[in-house]
């Protein structure tokens, strides 16, 4: 790193393998220049002006530069969940960046009406204050039968008004539009009535836990983005839905095609416990990372030792790294960071690295319409450094780099 003078630019030059955009530069290098990207491409084809500067001593052997990572589904982390209050969300917040993750759409669990707009406005607060790219909302409007973690006293029918009272609660904090996701399942009675309401707020369709069934499942996702205009979501494939059968093909099988039409962005955990290698496999191969959003479902406990936590306020387990219920033994989210489900996608699933990362970065920014999730010229500067194994080295978020948490 080098400063040009008292007054003069503050520039890092990154090198290494590049991958970005579903590319690699196996020679690459990125150019740091004041939080903003001056160039990202081949190191032999750096600026001139760039010469005198020496790459960045942190970048250990071996390394590859990537985006920063995108997770638009997670629950908390370090501790700390999303929905208990701002100082909790900072936690998770922190433990997360430190992981790579440097742009976070906070989730929250079904819960009562008034416990959800106070946690709607907490989180909104941090929208505003940049901490956070928006919110997403997991339920109340799911199916009992799939409920998975949730509390099935928070369960409700579909109701407009709660979602209009969700998004006047984000405004009334200054941050409209803070909601960018509403997980809710096409079943559920009074379901019919909730695209119309989650559209005129710009909140996103996202299917999950849910009973509906292949042709639900993919009319609702198909009409969902053509007024939209991009794409629908669908929350943790094969987790909280009904297997693919041959005479009743369930949920999954609408959400492929969807996703094969372009009408629908398909969430995926890599964590080693929500699908197998093999699973992860087939949906790559099949739909394309263009179509794939690798999201951590991480829980409060992720980054500490297996333990007894709480989800929602409902008791969890978590031991030899899943957690679960303790109740019922439902899977309770995760306890992996994108950077966790990234490296088991490549190392253990066998996926292309290049595809892995778009996954977990440029096609969850475009999903979401947001500025992140590549490294061009004129971007803003997140960069993760990843280590020969795909571990997180350090992270550059807005330009400023810190040590990664290992």
Same mark, same amino acid.
């Given at each position: 790193m080098t400063t040009n003078g008292d007054s003069g630019p503050t520039r890092t030059l990154l090198t290494g393998r590049l991958v970005t955009g579903g590319t690699t530069t196996h020679d690459g290098a990125v150019a740091i220049e004041d939080g903003t990207i001056a160039y990202a491409g081949p190191l032999a084809d750096?600026?001139?002006n760039w010469s005198a500067v020496a790459p960045d001593p942190r970048v250990p052997t071996g390394a590859t530069l990537v985006p920063g990572l995108v997770d638009s589904h997670l629950h908390g982390g370090a501790g700390g969940e999303f929905g208990v209050d701002a100082d909790a969300a900072r936690t998770a917040i922190a433990e997360h960046r430190a992981h790579g993750s440097t742009t976070l759409i906070g989730s929250l669990v079904s819960a009562g009406a008034s416990d959800l707009i106070t946690a709607t406005q907490t989180l909104s607060a941090l929208v505003a204050s940049g901490d956070l790219a928006g919110i997403h909302l997991e339920g109340p409007f799911i199916a009992a039968a799939r409920k998975g973690a949730h509390d099935p006293d928070a369960l409700r029918d579909g109701d407009p008004g709660l979602v209009d009272a969700l998004a006047e609660a984000a405004a009334a904090v200054g941050a409209p539009g803070a909601i960018r996701h509403m997980t809710f399942a096409p079943d559920r009675a009074g379901a019919d009535l909730l695209p119309a309401a989650l559209h005129r707020h710009?909140?996103?369709v996202n299917v999950g836990h849910t009973e509906a069934d292949a042709t639900l499942t993919f009319d609702v996702l198909g009409r969902a983005a053509a007024t939209a205009g991009a794409p629908s979501?669908?929350?943790?494939?094969?987790?909280?839905?009904p297997p693919i059968r041959g005479?009743?093909?369930g949920t999954a099988a609408g959400a492929i095609r969807a996703a094969l039409r372009g009408d629908a962005v398909l969430e995926v955990v890599a964590d080693g416990v929500h699908l197998s290698p +093999?699973?992860?496999r087939m949906l790559f191969e099949v739909v394309g990372p263009g179509s794939i959003n690798l999201i951590s479902d991480a829980m409060a406990a992720t980054g500490l030792p297996d333990g007894n936590y709480t989800l929602g306020g409902l008791p969890v387990v978590v031991a030899d790294g899943t957690a679960r219920l303790t109740s019922s033994g439902a899977i309770a989210g995760s306890v992996a960071h994108?950077?966790?489900c990234l490296r088991w996608a490549v190392q253990t699933a066998g996926i292309d690295l290049a595809d892995a990362v778009l996954a977990a970065t440029g096609t969850p920014a475009k999903a979401f319409g947001l500025d992140v999730g590549h490294l061009v010229t004129g971007g803003v500067a997140d960069v993760l450094v990843l280590?020969? +194994?795909l571990r997180p080295a350090f992270v550059v978020a807005g330009g400023q780099a810190s040590?990664?948490?290992r």
């Open positions: 750096l600026p001139p710009g909140i996103r979501l669908v929350t943790h494939i094969f987790n909280a839905m005479r009743s093909p +093999d699973t992860v994108v950077a966790d280590d020969a +194994d040590p990664a948490r």
